[in-house]
């Protein structure tokens, strides 16, 4: 029994000082350059190669947008999400088979687009994507169809009003900060077309509960939106959590018509996801 209580007391005094740690590394803009090493570091072991038929981004580009170098999870994740927006935006009324003007928002280096895009232009289409890191953008423009161009953290985005029939976006919300998650709301409402559908993924109290820190779950319960690690906004070092109760008001400050919001994975790592309609 003491060892088990001494194993639980050493353990939170690890995570209370590396969270220290990480806040003096915040406060002194060290974590950044400490951020970046790290993810050099994770893509000089890359996992599991693939060839799936479509260009396929450098290590370090794939550990910038997923954490990880391993190009199959890259792929499989990616077609898997594909599919299902795809699927999800015909229940709502789209035909996947029309020609369709469509938006991947956050696009990184093409982990869903290259499953798309090809689709959507091939149907007399028109695909775009934006991302905020310029790398990404590089090598999606040099890589795969369609147009691509880079945006700020805040908008507006380099397009017009009204422009898309559909727009998606997986893990961007969740890296934002209040105030420009609900900038960025209002943005998706201008770029849409009236009866428009976007699809955006977020950290819900469901996928915090079974896959976020055990901290993130229960502060939700008295703060319905809680960033996590308050730096680097829009990289993977800060993470952004919100109840759907909390997520349907601020899609409803931006004047968008919440359709659905399907919770978060319990058995698996899947964040929740808002379907939205321009009215």
Partial sequence: MESRIASSTQIGFIRRTRRLARRIMESTGLIGPYFRWLEHRIARRPGEQVNDGRPMPPSDLIVAVSGTADERWFSERGQADATKFVQIAQRHGLDPAAALTVLDWGCGCGRISRWLAEDVIRRGGQFYGTDLNTSLIDWCAENLPGV??????????????????????????????????????????????????????????????????????????THPYLVWNNALEGSNYLSAWTTREYFAALAMSSKLDLIEIIPGGRELPEQALAVLRRP
């Fill in 148 to 221: 691509y161009t880079q945006n700020d953290l805040r908008p507006p985005l380099p397009l017009e009003d009204g422009q898309f029939d559909l727009v998606y976006a997986h893990s961007v919300l969740t890296h934002l900060t209040e105030a420009v998650a609900s900038a960025w709301l209002v943005e998706c409402a201008r770029v849409m077309k009236p009866g428009a559908i976007a699809l955006l993924t977020f950290h819900d109290e469901t996928f915090a509960e079974h896959w976020g820190p055990p901290e993130v779950s229960t502060t939700l319960k």
